[in-house]
């Protein structure tokens, strides 16, 4: 267990190297020269190594198996379709050119150009670093920008359980996406750090230090999941959504705070909106969903929503994610003899398991509607159900990790009461 002393030092040691990061990207996009990317790269590094040997006494299991994916990442070469053609790509094309004004003159529709390019823009600070570009080095960036989330979700685990539940999310539900330089696992685990740290605050009495620290972390987890990927805005808005439904009669000051956060946490994607948007004919956005027309068509169209349903439920991530969280969920239910009827236990109601309830059934609805208006797309590969087929796991895997989160929060509430 984690002293409060020993917690401030974690997350400060994490919150300088998240800092750094967004710092680097910043200077980039607004200087347009990755004039400094070399000395914001060493930086980094040194400061994720410190990270990981200041963490590992107090979490040696979890930083063990960290250091291992470290291993198989620096050891395979990217293979995957969107690693390779679309974040590595962009991170290829600032590493060779000297300003961001000529990012847009080599890229080609496919490679999404007005994708957020705050990933990229890390793996090319890493290819700085060693001198060279290769297709290895690079997307390292995924596990620097992975320990934080993993480190805080794993601080204060009261049930062991818990942790082997959070060791099945990296291992058997993210599998290779950790590794591979995509970006869906990195986007499953800042929305769940997200959705800890706001709860953490709410529920958690904190003395000023500690608030400030999980405030501005709050802010730079906002912040990040906007510009890992498009659906980070999805869920920004789906987690404020669930906020101001389940934690409305909280703390005035926290809501004030939470309601800064939120319009100007908007601010550096609005940034890189506009600019980008000069540079190219179409959004990526407007190219997979048009104008949003596609959705009644689609919707009607009853073979093809079987064969999404079937695609997104269907598959092993999400076939692990959901029977852990019935399996865990069906201990607070019990049959009443006296009563004839089913009896739910009050852990099942604790604001932080709905809060992260509402938010798993607020988002499938988004990411269902967006899969839907997919389908048909004239810039989409011209093969039938190829959305679905190819992205439906993939899209899915936030609510994978939100139903794992969900499992570990009643594991810990149940761990908590019999300590009463």
């Given at each position: 267990?984690?002293?409060n002393?020993n917690?401030?030092e974690?997350?400060?040691s994490?919150?300088s190297?998240?800092l750094?990061?967004?710092i680097?990207?910043?200077?980039f996009?607004i200087l347009?020269?990755k004039?400094?990317f070399?000395?914001?790269?060493?930086?980094i590094?040194?400061n994720?190594i410190f990270?990981?040997?200041?963490?590992?006494?107090?979490n040696?299991i979890i930083i063990?198996?960290?250091l291992?994916?470290?291993?198989?990442?620096?050891m395979?070469p990217?293979?995957?379709?969107?690693?390779?053609?679309?974040?590595l790509?962009?991170?290829?094309?600032i590493?060779f050119?000297n300003s961001?004004?000529?990012?847009?003159?080599?890229?080609?529709?496919?490679s999404?150009?007005?994708?957020?390019?705050f990933?990229?823009i890390?793996?090319s600070?890493?290819?700085t670093?060693i001198?060279?570009?290769n297709?290895?080095?690079p997307k390292?960036?995924?596990?620097i920008?992975?320990?934080?989330?993993?480190?805080i979700?794993?601080q204060?685990?009261?049930?062991k359980?818990?942790?082997?539940?959070?060791l099945?999310l990296?291992?058997f539900?993210?599998?290779?996406?950790?590794?591979?330089g995509?970006?869906?696992?990195?986007?499953s685990l800042?929305?769940?750090?997200l959705?800890?740290?706001?709860?953490d605050?709410?529920?958690?009495?904190?003395t000023?230090?500690v608030y400030?620290?999980?405030?501005i972390?709050?802010a730079?987890?906002?912040?990040i999941?906007?510009?890992?990927k498009?659906?980070?805005?999805a869920?920004?808005?789906?987690?404020?959504?669930?906020?101001?439904?389940?934690?409305r009669n909280?703390?005035?000051k926290?809501?004030?705070?939470?309601?800064?956060?939120?319009?100007?946490?908007?601010?550096p994607?609005?940034?890189?909106?506009?600019?980008?948007?000069?540079?190219?004919?179409m959004?990526?956005?407007?190219?997979?969903?048009?104008t949003?027309?596609?959705l009644?068509?689609?919707i009607?169209?009853?073979?093809?929503?079987l064969h999404?349903?079937?695609?997104?439920?269907?598959?092993?991530?999400?076939?692990?994610?959901l029977?852990l969280?019935?399996?865990?969920?069906?201990?607070g239910?019990?049959?009443s003899?006296?009563?004839?009827?089913i009896?739910?236990n009050?852990?099942?109601f604790?604001?932080k398991i709905?809060?992260?309830?509402?938010?798993?059934l607020?988002?499938?609805?988004?990411?269902t509607s967006?899969?839907?208006?997919?389908?048909?797309s004239?810039?989409?590969?011209?093969?039938?159900?190829?959305?679905?087929?190819?992205?439906?796991?993939r899209?899915?895997?936030?609510?994978?990790?939100m139903?794992?989160?969900?499992?570990i929060?009643?594991?810990?509430?149940k761990k908590?009461?019999k300590?009463?």
């Amino acid at each position: 267990m984690f002293s409060n002393a020993n917690q401030i030092e974690e997350k400060t040691s994490i919150l300088s190297l998240l800092l750094l990061i967004f710092i680097n990207y910043s200077f980039f996009l607004i200087l347009k020269s990755k004039i400094f990317f070399f000395i914001f790269g060493v930086l980094i590094l040194l400061n994720f190594i410190f990270c990981i040997y200041r963490n590992f006494e107090n979490n040696k299991i979890i930083i063990t198996i960290f250091l291992i994916l470290c291993l198989i990442s620096l050891m395979s070469p990217v293979s995957d379709w969107d690693a390779r053609s679309i974040w590595l790509f962009n991170a290829k094309i600032i590493f060779f050119e000297n300003s961001l004004n000529n990012y847009f003159s080599y890229n080609p529709y496919y490679s999404h150009p007005d994708y957020p390019i705050f990933v990229p823009i890390l793996s090319s600070t890493l290819a700085t670093v060693i001198g060279d570009w290769n297709e290895i080095f690079p997307k390292f960036s995924s596990l620097i920008l992975a320990l934080p989330p993993i480190i805080i979700l794993t601080q204060n685990l009261k049930n062991k359980f818990s942790l082997y539940i959070f060791l099945i999310l990296i291992l058997f539900v993210y599998e290779k996406r950790i590794i591979n330089g995509e970006i869906d696992a990195l986007l499953s685990l800042y929305s769940i750090l997200l959705i800890k740290l706001i709860n953490d605050i709410i529920n958690k009495k904190h003395t000023d230090r500690v608030y400030k620290v999980d405030l501005i972390l709050i802010a730079l987890n906002f912040i990040i999941l906007t510009l890992l990927k498009v659906e980070g805005l999805a869920i920004i808005f789906c987690i404020s959504f669930a906020f101001a439904i389940i934690y409305r009669n909280s703390n005035i000051k926290i809501t004030q705070n939470f309601i800064v956060i939120f319009f100007l946490g908007f601010v550096p994607l609005i940034y890189w909106t506009i600019y980008s948007n000069n540079y190219i004919e179409m959004t990526s956005a407007r190219m997979m969903l048009g104008t949003g027309e596609r959705l009644f068509q689609n919707i009607f169209d009853f073979k093809f929503i079987l064969h999404l349903i079937n695609k997104i439920i269907f598959n092993k991530q999400m076939v692990i994610s959901l029977f852990l969280f019935i399996f865990i969920f069906s201990k607070g239910i019990t049959f009443s003899e006296k009563k004839n009827s089913i009896v739910l236990n009050k852990i099942l109601f604790d604001k932080k398991i709905i809060f992260c309830f509402l938010i798993i059934l607020s988002y499938s609805t988004v990411l269902t509607s967006i899969m839907i208006m997919s389908e048909g797309s004239n810039y989409s590969v011209p093969i039938k159900y190829f959305m679905a087929d190819t992205a439906s796991d993939r899209y899915f895997v936030p609510i994978q990790s939100m139903l794992i989160l969900c499992s570990i929060y009643f594991l810990e509430a149940k761990k908590k009461l019999k300590k009463r």
